[in-house]
């Protein structure tokens, strides 16, 4: 590991650190950005995909990060949107994990891929956060509630987020890439909340939301809303109520590119019924929306469903 470099670069709020790294290797003298991503793992390059070994050799490397393994993996990875439906057993491993420095989350939280493992290929911005972070801190990068699955706007600006084909194998920044005018395509009510919830998790305590309560308010808003049935659910009115809630074309590009490539019928009935499958938060999502005006509602039912189990 080289030694820390002396020069002060500090990351920004909700920056990934993957972000964070690229400005760091622009300024750091590096010659190969493979080289320089490979020197982040303490354990060597055969430890790349692993979360906190990277945190570890970015503190390291630049003395910057400051806060500790646990914040930063708060603060700047998608570590509690991932963690915050697991069941039980699944979470408590993973917080375990964490405060050990050994998480590994196959780059899921360190790159902010999308749930099924696999790497980012399209990185997003939003113009108008990009000119805020020239004004406020001299530079572009890329924030992490942009980066969410699902999530195609900028809930702050209402401005559709603009999208690049890029990986982490490349150092890139929003900077990198023509600002052109932004889409006058309008800005759906369902898209924004989708965004500004996904924000909501990125900032609540993982696991936080077990998933065995939310099992039970989902089956009680459920009931509340008539979709009771004689033996079960209706599930064809809960799917219904999805598809008119998001939409069917908006359902198929999320479900091509972030969820497992099945049909609804498939994974939507397990998904408040089954106790013993873990599935993405984008899923629990989908669903709350459907049921829910807003999260805020679906967050307190939850909670006293946790307190009463108590």
Same mark, same amino acid.
């Given at each position: 590991m080289k030694s820390?470099?002396?020069?002060?670069?500090?990351?920004?709020?909700?920056?990934?650190?993957?972000?964070?790294?690229?400005?760091?290797?622009?300024?750091?003298?590096?010659?190969?950005?493979? $080289?320089?991503?490979?020197?982040?793992?303490? $354990?060597?390059?055969?430890?790349?995909?692993?979360?906190?070994?990277?945190?570890d050799g970015l503190a390291q490397l630049t003395g910057c990060l400051e806060q500790g393994n646990t914040q930063i993996s708060k603060n700047h990875t998608a570590f509690n949107y991932l963690g915050a439906f697991l069941r039980d057993p699944t979470w408590n491993d993973m917080r375990l994990k964490q405060g050990a420095s050994k998480l590994h989350m196959s780059n899921r939280a360190f790159s902010l891929a999308n749930e099924m493992g696999t790497r980012i290929q399209q990185f997003r911005y939003c113009m108008s956060c990009c000119e805020e972070q020239i004004q406020l801190f001299g530079h572009t990068y890329w924030a992490r509630h942009h980066l969410m699955p699902g999530v195609e706007v900028c809930w702050r600006h209402q401005e559709i987020l603009q999208k690049v084909q890029a990986s982490i194998h490349t150092d890139v920044l929003p900077k990198d890439f023509k600002i052109e005018t932004n889409s006058p395509e309008?800005?759906?009510?369902?898209?924004?909340?989708?965004?500004?919830?996904?924000?909501?998790?990125?900032?609540?305590?993982?696991?936080?939301?077990?998933?065995?309560?939310?099992?039970?308010?989902?089956?009680?808003?459920?009931?509340?809303?008539?979709?009771?049935?004689?033996?079960?659910?209706?599930?064809?009115?809960?799917?219904?109520?999805?598809?008119?809630?998001?939409?069917?074309?908006?359902?198929?590009?999320?479900?091509?590119?972030?969820?497992?490539?099945?049909?609804?019928?498939?994974?939507?009935?397990?998904?408040?019924?089954?106790?013993?499958?873990?599935?993405?938060?984008?899923?629990?999502?989908?669903?709350?929306?459907?049921?829910?005006? $807003?999260f805020d509602t679906f967050f307190r039912n939850v909670q006293e469903q946790l307190n009463g189990q108590n």
């Open positions: 820390t470099l002396n020069f002060d670069l500090k990351i920004a709020p909700a920056e990934t650190l993957y972000s964070y790294a690229v400005r760091f290797y622009r300024r750091s003298g590096y010659r190969s950005w493979g $080289n320089f991503w490979n020197k982040l793992s303490v $354990n060597g390059p055969r430890s790349s995909d692993s979360m906190l070994t990277k945190i309008p800005v759906r009510e369902q898209s924004i909340w989708l965004a500004k919830t996904s924000e909501t998790l990125l900032a609540t305590e993982a696991g936080s939301l077990a998933r065995e309560a939310v099992i039970e308010v989902f089956q009680a808003r459920m009931i509340s809303l008539g979709f009771k049935a004689q033996n079960g659910f209706c599930r064809k009115k809960i799917r219904q109520k999805l598809i008119a809630t998001w939409g069917t074309h908006a359902l198929e590009r999320i479900s091509a590119r972030f969820l497992v490539r099945q049909p609804i019928e498939d994974w939507l009935p397990s998904l408040y019924t089954n106790h013993n499958l873990s599935f993405p938060t984008l899923h629990h999502l989908l669903l709350i929306g459907a049921l829910y005006k $807003n």
